[in-house]
C-alpha cells in the first residue's frame, strides 16, 4: 500500500486544518487506517485510527474533542479533521495502514511521508 498524506501548513492558534491520507495499491489488505504525529525530539505518538467501514474509531486522550478522523473507502482517503489548534501540536503528521486494530507503530505496516504542521502562538 502507497500512502500520499497532504494539507499539513502553517497556522495560528484557534485555528483548523483537515489532513487527507490517499491509499493506493493494494488497499484490500488494510482494514484500518490511522493518524500518528512525530514532534522534534519526540518519538512518534498516537493520534486516532478508524477502520475502512468507519467503525470502530478510537482517539488518543489528547485529540478528543478536537480531532475527528474519518474515511471515504470509494475514494482509499482518510481524513484528519483538527480543530481548535494549539502550539503543542506542531509536529509531521504521518498516515498509516495495517490489517490490525491499535495505537502502537509496529501495528501498521504501511507509512506515507508525513506532513508538516506548525500552529503559532
Known amino acids: 500500500v502507497q500512502l500520499q498524506a497532504s494539507g499539513g501548513g502553517l497556522v495560528q492558534a484557534g485555528d483548523s486544518l483537515r489532513l487527507s491520507c490517499a491509499a493506493s495499491?493494494?488497499?484490500?489488505?488494510?482494514?484500518?487506517m490511522g493518524w500518528f504525529r512525530q514532534a522534534p525530539g519526540k518519538e512518534r505518538e498516537f493520534v486516532a485510527t478508524?477502520?475502512?467501514?468507519?467503525?470502530?474509531?478510537h482517539y488518543a486522550d489528547f485529540p478528543k474533542g478536537r480531532f475527528t478522523i474519518s474515511i471515504d473507502d470509494a475514494k482509499n482517503t482518510v481524513y484528519l479533521q483538527m480543530d481548535s489548534l494549539k502550539p503543542e501540536d506542531t509536529a509531521v503528521y504521518y498516515c498509516?495502514?495495517?490489517?490490525?486494530?491499535?495505537?502502537?507503530?509496529?501495528?501498521?505496516?504501511?507509512w506515507g511521508q508525513g506532513t508538516l504542521v506548525t500552529v503559532s502562538s
Open positions: 498509516a495502514a495495517g490489517s490490525y486494530f491499535g495505537s502502537r507503530p509496529h501495528d501498521y505496516s504501511s
Open positions: 495499491g493494494r488497499t484490500f489488505t488494510s482494514y484500518y
Open positions: 478508524i477502520n475502512r467501514s468507519g467503525r470502530p474509531i
